[in-house]
């Protein structure tokens, strides 16, 4: 099957739960959605489909819900990636979360606590979050 990537307005204000990203890579559009945004020199290179790959020159924290730690909320900033912001599976589960994943709907759980709900989007047939803008946090 093919994936219908996100139109331009949604991708502003959502990102795409991804299990195969090794961190939180924001579009640039995500940045004002983000806290503590710092120019870093040892930001992650990333190796996108086409085999070229991608380098971060900004570290954030995105807010994705109050009760997540700091770690599960650093991501990096791609100047490059203009497809919408991945939120990675794998660093919540390496913070100590649980993801759940079921027909309508993600959870990310701490313990028997929900923080963190996303929902399937049938369009593109991806799990996606809302992003808020940071004055709305």
Known sequence: YSVVPPNSQHALSTAILDTGASGH???????????????TTSGPSVQVATGTHMESSTSATIPLAAALSKQAQVGHIFDDLTSGSLISIGQLCDSGYKVIFDA??????DGNIC?????????NDMWEVKLAPCDDL
Do not use: F, I, K, W
């Open 104 to 109: 309508p709907t993600m959870q990310v759980m």
């Open 115 to 123: 923080v963190l709900s996303g929902q399937h989007n049938t369009t």
């Open 25 to 39: 890579y924001l579009a640039p559009s995500a940045r004002h959605h983000c806290t503590d945004v710092q120019h």
